[in-house]
């Protein structure tokens, strides 16, 4: 299999698969296939958690698609959220909202990851890579991957904040409700460890909160 995303702005993924090859996508993002193949439902509705995380854009049903013969598909975000791809294996997971899911590779799951209520509530609920395969991630804006490696807290803005590798330790931090709510202001991440992060320099949205259940509520 090989994927491809094409440049920005209006990105779209590549995937060249040869027969029996499989690829996992949100719903509605088929463009076009220029050969046969099988399209079939993954759901992953077991678990309240499952459905829980459906309140932070987790989808329950994804769709699956086999090609028949030697096949090149092209997929697309509905909106005008841009693509990235990262390369997961199992030593080292990433964290990621769950709304930039796009498309992975079927070597790769993705879990709930395990956070207080504080965070979720503030941040949102984390999906978790398991296993090793291509994971495609959706952002807005200009993509930033960057690479950091420091004891001393660096501050993000938590809308901003799209993947990170589980190596780092992430706080979420804020004002009270009062203040978040009069300045305009949301709820920022520090950030400490070893690792990678990907940010995004837009939003889907016109506010600055992101995609913690608290921000949505306001």
Known sequence: ??????????????AKMNPSEKIITEKGVL?????????????????????LATAFGK?????????????QFIFAPKNNAELFSL????????LFDPQSHFARTTGLDIEL??????????????????GKGNLIL???????????NTQK???????ALVAFEASLSLKTISKSIKETLTSGEGFLCQVT???????QTRTAGESSGGSGMVSNLF
């Open 193 to 199: 460890g070893s690792g990678k992060i990907w940010l």
């Open 113 to 130: 990851a395990k956070q207080d209520w504080k965070s979720a509530l503030n941040d949102g609920l984390k999906l978790r890579t398991k």
């Open 153 to 159: 807290p660096i501050y993000i803005d938590e809308s």
């Open 59 to 71: 989808s329950l049903i994804y769709n699956m698609y086999t090609a028949q013969e030697s096949v």
């Open 1 to 14: 299999m090989d994927l491809q995303i094409s440049p920005y702005p209006g990105s779209f993924l590549l």
């Open 31 to 51: 463009i076009s296939c220029n050969g046969r193949y099988h399209q079939e439902n993954k759901i992953e509705a077991r678990g309240v958690k499952n459905w």
């Open 87 to 94: 390369d997961i294996n199992a030593q080292c997971p990433v």
């Open 138 to 148: 959706k952002g807005h804006g200009t993509i930033l991957e960057q690479t950091i």
